[in-house]
């Protein structure tokens, strides 16, 4: 055995101190928190019969927002002093549970209620992208779970138990500007229209008034979806699949019209571009011409060239301005939604679905983007750099701190020496700067 080990052997552990904040940084979280007025708003809007909705969601969010991704996680808000910070009363975890189990579809419609209207909020403090062009990527994830009590999971197109929800999430910042819990069998289309009906109509009540721009991959492709887009005047990059009048279409273009493009040191990549014609003619459906923009790729390196030798085509329509290969590189950048998720299931209570009951797991999404936002809206609201929530919660809210009274100021004393000391202050100096709710 070495020396060190036997002198950490010396050390006695106790947890008796009652002035102790763990995950003091919530402070931050709770001061914006405070400023969105989120506790009213939940209390204006949810009405599932339980008493006091407000603390019992906003305990469940600031829990998201330290990493809880069980019920059980809530506890830790009531461990020493750490409710001195939070700006509500900490709550068990089973009366969290009990309240979650509360929610049927129309009381998660409420809290959706409850995210957009926070969503406006946080954008009218200077957030929001105002006049400025606005991307909207629409996607969906799947939720794996392990216990097949679970009402609602069920094995989708991945062969894994789990959910499926349906998000939309704004492209420069990851912000979720939308989120739907739907069962693990639904398709990745399932009840598309409506929710893009209702979050155009909530970025607009937001304060979006500038140019929209919708990305989707092919799993949302369809001509209905196309149509609604259009009434909501709003621009669409979307995928399609390779049927056969896509494959027409593509064949036709003439070996001159592709044009080569920046891709990997291991593989060659082009674009092109022509019109692609539908309906008419003697089929019912009225005739149709969109652009078609067309990214073909293969194996630059010889041995491997040989082996694969054909193109590989990936297509998609667009009603955008751009040319051919700036249409191209926009569309590509539907993947930065792959990072809002995984910063939602890996930042912000979603990598665990934990409820047996539907409508408490519907809830837990909803609140899981409002931790998700609420970490990026910190960020945005005090200029600060941008990062992931679980990077956010390393520097920023992961901090044990003591508090005590200082000449009758209640202070909360942070370790000595920490990194990331002057940002937070920065970042706290500015969400206590802004403005209470207005109404």
């Not at 950490?8 to 102790?20: C, Q, V, Y």
């Not at 407000?54 to 069980?70: D, E, F």
């Not at 406006?120 to 606005?134: I, K, Q, S, T, V």
């Not at 739907?182 to 500038?210: I, P």
Request: include cysteine.
């Amino acid at each position: 055995m070495s020396a060190s080990s036997r002198s950490l052997d010396r050390f006695a552990t106790t947890f008796d101190h009652e002035g102790l904040v763990a995950n003091a940084g919530l402070i931050v979280a709770g001061t914006l928190m405070a400023r969105l007025g989120l506790l009213a708003l939940i209390e204006r809007w949810v009405r599932t019969g339980s008493a006091n909705p407000g603390p019992k969601i906003a305990n469940l969010v600031a829990a998201m927002v330290a990493g809880a991704t069980h019920i059980d996680h809530v506890e830790m808000l009531r461990a020493g002093r750490t409710g001195a910070v939070l700006g509500f009363t900490p709550v068990a975890p089973s009366t969290v549970g009990s309240f979650l189990r509360t929610f049927t579809f129309g009381h998660v419609r409420q809290l959706e209620a409850v995210l957009s209207r926070t969503l406006a909020r946080a954008w009218r403090l200077g957030a929001g992208p105002g006049a400025e062009p606005l991307v909207v990527d629409v996607d969906s994830t799947i939720c794996e779970v392990h216990g097949k009590q679970k009402h609602g999971a069920a094995y989708g197109y991945t062969k894994a138990l789990g959910y499926h929800p349906l998000l939309a999430a704004r492209a420069d910042t990851g912000e979720v500007l939308a989120a739907r819990m739907r069962k693990g069998s639904a398709g990745s289309a399932r009840g598309v229209l409506r929710f893009v009906d209702e979050l155009v109509a909530n970025l607009r009540r937001a304060g979006a008034s500038g140019p929209l721009t919708v990305r989707a991959d092919s799993g949302f492709w369809s001509w209905k979806l196309i149509d609604r887009l259009d009434a909501h005047g709003a621009k669409w990059s979307i995928t399609v699949t390779l049927g056969s009048a896509v494959r027409a279409a593509i064949e036709a273009i003439p070996d001159t019209a592709w044009a080569d493009i920046d891709y990997t040191d291991g593989g060659h990549a082009q674009v092109a571009e022509t019109a692609y014609v539908t309906g008419g003619g003697t089929t019912k459906r009225r005739k149709r011409t969109v652009r078609l923009v067309v990214r073909r790729t293969r194996l630059a390196e010889g041995a491997q060239r040989r082996l694969w030798p054909h193109w590989r085509h990936h297509a998609f329509i667009t009603n955008t301005e751009h040319r051919t290969v700036a249409a191209d590189e926009f569309h590509r950048g539907h993947a930065v939604v792959e990072l809002a998720i995984r910063d939602l299931k890996e930042g912000s209570g979603l990598e665990h679905v934990p409820s047996g009951h539907y409508g408490a797991n519907c809830a837990w999404l909803t609140c899981a983007a409002l931790a998700h936002n609420i970490g990026h809206w910190s960020a945005a609201l005090a200029a600060a750099p941008p990062a992931t929530n679980r990077c956010r919660r390393t520097r920023l809210v992961a901090l044990a701190a003591v508090l005590v009274n200082r000449s009758g100021t209640p202070t909360l004393r942070y370790p000595a020496r920490w990194p990331w000391a002057t940002q937070f202050q920065a970042t706290l100096t500015a969400l206590r700067a802004l403005p209470g709710p207005s109404g």
